[in-house]
Structure formats: structure tokens, C-alpha cells
């Protein structure tokens, strides 16, 4: 007797867990037990068709977009001065990490590195110069003038940095065919 | 004859029913055949889409208390453990915190576990090193925390695990407890009936069920709630093709992520995997016997076993599962001993923070239902990362209620609510939103649903219009009463907040005591249709019609996208979409979308870093002077006031060296609210931007300014060089007269075409 109603309590609560109701009558079910004998009996008549089907994986029917995908890396014609090293900030580390990323031909990579190293210090001309070169390799001219732009904005007296968004805008305009704003951006 | 006749009819009849009973039977269990494969091979679990916060990145240097500090490791389900001894854990001692992140995959990698010690003091983190060595890390990320799930069906959550994540010993003491011969079984198990009734009477109390983990599985997966003959033979028959069809660990891993535990306020929780994030805050992996022995005993009755409602059936009822335990190898002595002295408490604190931001998951929601259909975004366990920052939406949630029930201390000012948006000033990432003054009420998304005039917001687009063309912060502006006749309208003439007319005055003073008359003369000077091109220019979508009205804010905006325009300004010109949203994964963690930067120029940063010194005008002498009862007014805050007609709408824009926040304050029922700009929406900003300690404004001046007095009287302004006032007209102030008289004659001429 006990377990019926265990059972039954237990299914209950599983399924309705609020439905305390039903808790309550389960030795109907057990009593009305169906003869096992006729369903194996039935189970046996089915036509053979055990096949093994996998546990299939819930799929993702997504298109798949990468950052990184493996587009021939652009480099400036002519190198882009360093900018001067970082040497202090919090995000230091990962400005060094999207350097090395980007020297070894993952400007993708380089890109995630940055966006954090902006999410810390969002104000660093350098980040965001170093994200315009991460654009210009992945073939992006178009963000690659406008992260220029964006470190411009910030660079304030650094001329260094300056002379390096120059540099970067005028190869950048080159690669998009506009070679007027290319020549304003080398002045 | 007769007899032999008469019993081989009875012989055929039979025959006869049972073939078609047989035949009957065969269809039916082809249809539960047919249903099983769908269920099994289709979707057998929907798995919801998982949001996450943006991880906590730590560095010496950054602003955090230790309470902030706990709160954020709460959230993202870390666990107190004097310890420290697994993932997951940490300890609190002082200011000083040793913890154990977790795995987390980013899209940009793994970020493997780490032992950390931060220390904190004087309200920064002063040291983040390995735990036991002195080595300094310059940087760490904590794994984010799950802040809500989209599913497909009401209310469900599950964290989904495979046969080799379910621990040895829950699997062996679920078999102990549930069924005993689940290896041996073909679904139904006749004998283990007996067995457990046998076990029971023994035991004097339910320590064995009767139906096998099969059965149970089919019942929970298949049927509905009613208790009839035929469904305990559907559940039988489907119990038997599970067994057919799929081997026993598929049927056990099913088992394991399906079984209800019990519920998370609306929510059900189901499977052990979220079900020990739930109770004790830590992966099943984790989990020690005891804990392993409450979930399990509990599946007999989780709500009456809930070890928060009912703590001591809980206890009685996983002292019955250790003994079980005990008695089937799986504990020795002194194990058993040691379970059966642990208390509950640590299954007793609630997990914080589930679907606990749902303006802000509304707002995740609605982006990712422009890009995926409904069924791809709640049933494919997709990863989201957003940008939600914890500290910045608990302020939030704080300061909006508490500011507006200050506010309704007054008399005629009831029923206030409010939306609030904050992004990142440089970036753009949406920080934190409220849709409302009740965090945790979900319904209308004001700040993204609620469209309502802008008022006074709109007026930085006059005045950078003006500066785009030439004018100056010095130029002179007619703040004199304008009489407007728009086709099909009564003949309009706007006044100003204090009915009265201010004369001729500096351009920086009109913006920065919002004067209507002098933004109309304005706005009609440079044209209503250029002034939309900035506004569009600055982020405002949608086709709005060139009526002078527009120079004051006629045009509705949410909340949201009066924070886009505002973006702009903040960013210095550059317009950037403002994301919700870093990035989408896929269930097997492999990057689906990322959002990433992108910027684009629209306005020269000249004329930006004019109009944003004029915005700081705004604060330090304007109309948002109020603000500096809040936040020094050495921090050089910029931003914009806004009131609609009858005192309907009560705005404040404005951003500090981080962040720009909107704020909105009305009524639902769009009834007047007794509020300005300046005494509604401005302390609710002021309060929230204090609580975050923000940094100061410091606008990056653009090469080519000049700084130089406009007049005797005037403070310290930009000029674009080559515009700054002549050194010999600051004294005396400029020649208002001439200025007056040619600027009148264009006056005249726009009235008189509008007449």
C-alpha cells in the first residue's frame, strides 16, 4: 500500500508540482495495473522494427559567421610607424596579447583582444589604432578609416600616434580608390 | 452438429476479435512507436537559450568594494566554501577574497579555472595574484553570470548534461533508490514491483518505487497528468520501446535532465544539472553525498522534500537514501556519518539573480527575434553574452523606485513611473535599462516601448546645426516671441519656461537655459529640414514632417532611442549602434555571430567639442544646475533637461567620463506628472550616476580651438580658429544692434513664407 501511494505522489508532484490534489488516489492505478502477458504479447506482434536510432544532439541550424575567417591577411604597402609602446593601463596585457595576434596573422583574434582592452579603457587612441590595423588586415578599409578617425579623436598631442593614423587613413582611402582623400589624409 | 457448429462460430468470433484486437493494439503501439522516435530523435530536449552577463574583468586600480565584489560572485552562482576547494568556490576574509573561477568559453577561446587572491582596499582592487604565490596577475575575467533563459516551453530551464558529466555515485544511488534493476529490465520490471513493496514493509517506510526509471521517463516525457487504465498501459508500451529503441544510457541521461525537482518560483526546475545550481549553487560534479542524497531522495516528492519549505521531511528523507547508501557499498562508515551531520543550509539560499533583469532580457529578446526565428532562439541551448553590467542595473534598480516615491512625497505627483538606459560612453554596449519602476515585474518595456515627446532633448540638433554652419558658441540668438502658422493648425506661439522673453543672447546660454523662443528663431534661421537631417544624422530613424513644432521636441521617442542620438554626442561624434548584445554561440560553444565595434564619423569633432562644452554649460549654470547636489560639479558632467507640455514628461540626458544614462519620468496614462526635466528626471540621474562614483568629463579638444571670453560677462569658450571674437570686440560685448538688425530681416522673410 505504501509504495502505490508513493508512486503516485511522487509522479504527481514531478509533473503538476503544485497539484496537491492529486496526490491523494494512488492505489487506483496500481489496482487497474494493465496484464503485462497481453502488452509484451503486443510488443511481440509490432512489426521488427528495432533499429538502434542515435541520441541525436540538440542541433543548432544556424549560419555559422566567424570573425576569424581565413581571409589573406592585408598588409599596409608601406609599414605604419609604430605607435609608442603601452606601458601602463589596465589592459596593458591584452593590447600585447592583439599585437602578438596580429603580427602572427590572426587580425581577427586581435580584434576580440582589443574590444576588451576598450571595454577597460574605453579613451586609449592606441586601442583603437591598433583596431583600425586589425580591420585593415582582415580587407575592412571602411572601419579601418573609421577606427582612425576614432583614435584621431582621442590621440590628442601624442604626434607619434598621430603620424600612424595618418599613415594607416592614406592606405586605408588607397585601398578604397579614393585618392583624394587619400592625399589630404598624408598632409 | 448444432454443438460443433455453434463452437466453431464461437471459435471464429474469437479468432476474429482477437485479430482485430491484435490489429487494433499493433496501430495503437505504432502510433506511440512513431511518437517516441519523434520526440527521442527530434527534439528530446528543448534546450533554452542561455543569456549571460558581461564578465567581471578585475585589475589593480579598478573601483570595487567588497560587497560589490560578493554580490557579483553571488550572482554568477559562486558558492561560499571555507575551503576554496573547487571551481566555483570562494572565501571571503576581510577585503580579501581567495576564489576559483570556472572554465568559461569565450568566443574569442577557453579561459581555463584559475586560483586567484584579490585583494581590495580603500574601495579599489590593490593586488590580484595566484593564490598562494606572490606572482601579480595584471588581469583577470570572471566567468559571467546566467542572468536568464528564452524557452520554448513556459517558464522551464535546464542545464543539459551527457552520460559521462553524471557522477558515478548519484547514478548508483538513483539506481538504489529508483530502480534497482534498471540495467537487467526491459522497461517494465514485474519482479522489482515485488521487490520494492517487499523492501518497503521491511523498511517500514517508501524506500523503493515500484515503476522503473523507464517507465518514469515515459510518463514524464509523453503523457499528461490523467491517471487512467489506458495510460499506465501507453506508459508501459512506450517504457518497452524506449528499451527497444535506445540503449540504457541514453534512457538514464534522458532520465537525468528530464526529472522535475522542484520549483524556482514560476519556473520549473528540471534535471539534476540545473537542479544542483539551484539548491547548492555549484555543477554536479560537485556535489558531496549528502547533497547527492537529498536530490535524489527527493524525486519522490520535491515539493513536499523541498529542502527550503519542508527542511526537516528533507532531512528524514535523505537520512533514508544515506542509509540506502550505506547498505549498497556506496558510503562507508564514516561517509555515512559524516553525510548524515551536514546541515541543509547551503541548499536553502535562493539562487540569485535568475531571469532577475527582465526589461533587460526583453530587450535581448527583441534583438535576437530580428535575427532568428523563435524556434532556433529558444530551443537550440544557444549561448548569449550581453552586456549587462550587474553593478550598474542594481543601482539602477535601486535609485529609480526609491527617487520616484521621494517624488510623490508632493502633492500632484502620483503614479510616476520611469525607464532608464545607460550604455558605455565610448562604445556603446547597453550597461543597464529599466523598463520601469518594479525590476522584477515583467510587462511594458518602457524604456523600449514607450514612446513619448522629447521636449527639450531635441535642441542640441538646432544648435549643432547652427555650429555646423558657422555659427559660433558667441553667435548671437533672438530669444523673442514667434508667432507660427502651420497649414490646417491654430496659429502657434510657443513661450518659454517662464513666460518671458530673454531679448538677444549668447548661442552656449540659449541651449543652456533651454529658451524655446530663441531654439524657434534659431531653428527657423537654419531650417527645420536640416535640423531633422542632424537629428537623423545623430541616430533618429523613422520619417518625421518639417513642421517648426519639431524645434521643441514634438517628435516621440523611447527612451532607448533618445539614448542612440544622445550616443553620438557622448562618443564624440561618431555614431555607433547600440548593442545589447557581444556575441552568440552555439550549444557546442562554437561562435555563431559577434557584434562587434563599429563606428562611423558624422560630425566633425570640432563642432562635437563645441556643443559638448556648451552641454556642460547646461549643467554648470543652466537649467541641469541641480546636478551638482548629487555629483561635484568639478566632474564637468554635460547633458540636457526636457519637459513637455503640462508637465507630461520629465527628461534628463547626460553622460559623465563613462557612461551616458536617459532618464525618463511620467505617467502611464500620459496624464501630467508635476515634474520638470530638471526636478523628476534629473534626480533619479544624479542619484544612480553618484551610486556608480563616475568618472569625470574630459573632453579631448580637437587641434585648431581657440579658448577665448566671448564678452566681459561671458565664461571661457571654444572657438573653431579664426572664429573666435576679434580681441578688441570683448570690450564692450559685441554689436547686438547690427547683428539684430540683419537677422531680423531673415526672421521676417521665413514667418512671413509661413504665414
Known amino acids: 500500500m505504501e509504495f502505490s501511494t508513493r508512486s503516485a505522489a511522487g509522479w504527481n508532484d514531478r509533473s503538476h508540482p503544485r497539484s496537491a490534489m492529486a496526490q491523494r488516489n494512488g492505489l487506483i492505478s496500481f489496482r487497474r495495473r494493465p496484464p503485462l502477458p497481453l502488452l509484451l504479447l503486443v510488443v ?15 542541433g543548432t541550424p544556424v549560419p555559422i ?26 589592459a596593458r596585457s591584452l593590447y600585447a596579447s592583439a599585437n602578438e595576434a596580429l603580427a602572427s596573422g590572426h587580425p581577427g583574434q586581435a580584434e576580440m583582444l582589443l574590444e576588451r582592452a576598450l571595454r577597460i579603457e574605453p579613451r586609449n587612441a592606441q586601442y583603437w ?14 572601419q579601418t578609416v573609421q577606427f582612425c578617425h576614432k583614435s584621431e579623436s582621442l590621440a590628442g598631442n601624442n604626434n607619434k600616434l598621430r603620424q600612424s593614423n595618418r599613415s594607416l587613413l592614406q592606405q586605408a582611402y588607397r585601398k578604397l580608390g579614393d585618392t583624394e582623400q587619400a592625399e589630404k589624409s598624408s598632409r | 452438429m448444432n454443438m460443433t457448429k455453434t463452437r466453431l462460430a464461437l471459435i471464429s468470433t474469437v479468432a476474429a476479435t482477437l485479430v482485430l484486437l491484435t490489429l487494433v493494439l499493433s496501430l495503437h503501439v505504432l502510433r506511440l512507436d512513431k511518437m517516441i522516435k519523434g520526440k527521442f530523435d527530434g527534439k528530446l530536449w528543448s534546450l533554452p537559450a542561455e543569456v549571460y552577463a558581461r564578465p567581471l574583468e578585475l585589475y589593480p586600480g579598478l573601483g570595487l568594494t567588497p560587497q560589490t565584489l560578493e554580490d557579483e560572485l553571488e550572482l554568477a552562482g559562486y558558492r561560499q566554501d571555507s575551503q576554496v576547494a573547487a571551481a566555483g568556490a570562494y572565501r571571503r576574509n576581510g577585503t580579501t577574497f581567495d576564489l576559483v573561477t570556472r572554465d568559461f568559453q569565450y568566443p574569442s577561446g577557453l579561459e581555463p579555472s584559475e586560483r586567484v587572491t584579490v585583494s581590495l582596499a580603500g574601495g579599489t582592487v590593490r593586488e590580484i595574484t595566484r593564490t598562494g604565490t606572490s606572482t601579480p596577475l595584471p588581469l583577470i575575467r570572471i566567468d559571467p553570470a546566467r542572468i536568464g533563459s528564452f524557452h520554448a516551453l513556459e517558464h522551464e530551464g535546464r542545464i543539459l548534461l551527457n552520460r559521462s558529466e553524471l557522477p558515478e555515485l548519484l547514478v548508483k544511488t538513483l539506481l538504489a533508490i529508483e530502480d534497482q534493476n534498471f540495467y537487467a529490465h526491459h522497461g517494465i520490471a514485474v519482479r522489482s514491483i515485488f521487490r520494492a513493496l517487499f523492501a518497503n514493509i521491511r523498511a517500514g517506510a517508501t524506500v523503493q518505487g515500484a515503476s522503473t526509471l523507464t517507465q518514469q521517463l515515459a510518463k514524464n516525457f509523453f503523457l499528461s497528468n490523467e491517471r487512467t487504465l489506458l495510460r499506465k498501459s501507453n506508459e508501459a508500451i512506450m517504457a518497452l520501446l524506449l528499451e527497444m529503441h535506445y540503449g540504457k544510457d541514453d534512457i538514464l541521461t534522458a532520465y537525468a535532465n528530464e526529472i522535475f525537482l522542484g520549483q524556482d518560483g514560476g519556473r520549473a526546475v528540471h534535471g539534476f544539472g540545473l537542479a544542483s545550481r539551484f539548491y547548492f549553487r555549484r555543477d554536479l560534479a560537485d556535489l558531496t553525498a549528502d547533497q547527492i542524497a537529498m536530490l535524489v531522495g527527493m524525486i519522490k516528492a520535491p515539493s513536499a522534500y523541498d529542502p527550503r519549505k519542508n527542511p526537516a521531511d528533507c532531512l528524514k528523507r535523505r537520512a533514508v537514501v544515506l542509509t540506502v547508501m550505506r547498505e549498497h557499498g556506496l558510503l562507508n562508515e564514516s ?82 513611473e520611469g525607464a532608464v538606459v545607460i550604455t558605455n560612453r565610448e ?60 497649414q490646417g493648425h491654430e496659429t502657434w506661439r510657443p513661450q518659454n519656461f517662464d513666460q518671458k522673453e530673454h531679448g538677444q543672447v549668447p548661442l552656449y546660454l540659449a541651449l543652456a537655459h533651454s529658451y524655446n523662443l530663441a531654439t524657434i528663431n534659431l531653428g527657423l534661421e537654419l531650417g527645420v529640414d536640416k535640423v531633422i537631417a542632424t537629428a537623423k544624422s545623430l541616430g533618429l530613424t523613422g520619417e518625421v514632417a518639417a513642421y517648426p513644432s519639431f524645434l521643441l521636441g514634438t517628435a516621440e521617442m523611447t527612451p532607448l532611442e533618445v539614448s542612440q542620438m544622445y550616443q553620438t554626442l557622448a562618443s564624440g561624434g561618431f555614431f555607433q549602434p547600440q548593442r545589447c548584445i557581444s556575441s552568440v554561440m552555439g550549444a557546442d560553444r562554437t561562435l555563431l555571430k559577434r557584434y562587434g565595434l563599429s563606428v562611423e564619423q558624422r560630425f566633425p569633432p570640432e563642432q562635437i567639442f563645441l556643443l559638448n562644452t556648451a552641454l556642460q554649460h547646461v549643467v ?45 519620468i511620467g505617467r502611464d496614462d500620459n496624464q501630467p506628472a508635476g515634474i520638470t526635466g530638471a526636478t523628476g528626471a534629473l534626480p533619479v540621474w544624479g542619484e544612480i550616476m553618484r551610486a556608480l562614483h563616475p568618472q569625470p568629463l574630459e573632453l579631448t579638444e580637437p587641434s585648431g580651438i581657440q579658448w577665448a571670453r566671448g564678452n566681459a560677462d561671458s565664461a571661457s569658450l571654444p572657438f573653431i580658429a579664426g572664429t573666435e571674437p576679434a580681441p578688441d570686440s570683448v570690450h564692450p560685448p559685441i554689436d547686438m544692434q547690427t547683428i539684430k538688425k540683419e537677422t531680423n530681416g531673415i526672421f521676417n522673410s521665413i514667418r512671413r513664407w509661413l504665414e
Open chain 2, 335 to 416: 561517509q555515512f556519518q559524516q553525510a548524515m551531520n551536514e546541515p541543509l543550509d547551503k541548499a536553502t539560499q535562493v539562487m540569485k539573480g535568475f531571469n532577475r533583469f527582465p526589461a533587460f532580457l526583453d530587450l535581448v529578446h527583441q534583438q535576437l527575434t530580428k535575427e532568428y526565428r523563435e524556434e532556433d532562439l529558444n530551443g537550440n541551448g544557444l549561448k548569449i553574452l550581453t552586456t549587462l553590467d550587474p553593478q550598474v542595473q542594481w543601482q539602477v534598480e535601486k535609485h529609480l523606485d526609491r527617487t520616484l516615491s521621494a517624488l510623490e512625497q508632493h502633492a500632484g505627483r502620483q503614479q510616476l
Open chain 1, 65 to 90: 559567421e566567424r570573425p576569424d575567417v581565413p581571409v589573406p591577411i592585408e598588409r599596409p604597402q608601406v609599414p605604419v610607424p609604430q605607435p609608442p609602446a603601452v606601458q601602463s593601463g589596465p
Open chain 2, 620 to 664: 554648470s549654470e543652466g537649467t541641469a544646475h541641480a546636478l551638482s547636489r548629487y555629483i561635484p560639479a568639478s566632474h564637468n558632467l554635460a547633458g540636457k533637461t526636457g519637459t513637455t507640455n503640462d508637465l507630461r514628461d520629465s527628461w534628463f540626458a547626460g553622460f559623465t567620463g563613462d557612461r551616458l544614462a536617459v532618464v525618463w
Open chain 1, 129 to 142: 589604432h591598433l583596431l583600425a590595423q586589425s580591420k585593415y588586415a582582415q580587407g575592412d578599409f571602411g
Open chain 2, 427 to 486: 562604445n556603446g554596449e547597453i550597461l543597464a535599462l529599466a523598463g520601469g519602476r518594479k525590476p522584477y515585474a515583467a510587462g511594458f518595456n518602457r524604456a523600449t516601448h514607450a514612446k513619448r515627446p522629447i521636449g527639450s532633448l531635441i535642441k542640441p540638433a538646432v544648435y549643432l546645426t547652427a555650429l555646423s554652419q558657422g555659427y559660433t558658441l558667441m553667435s548671437p540668438v533672438q530669444d523673442k516671441a514667434v508667432s507660427l502658422k502651420e
Open chain 1, 44 to 58: 511481440l506482434v509490432l512489426p521488427s522494427c528495432a533499429i538502434q536510432h542515435p541520441v541525436q544532439r540538440p
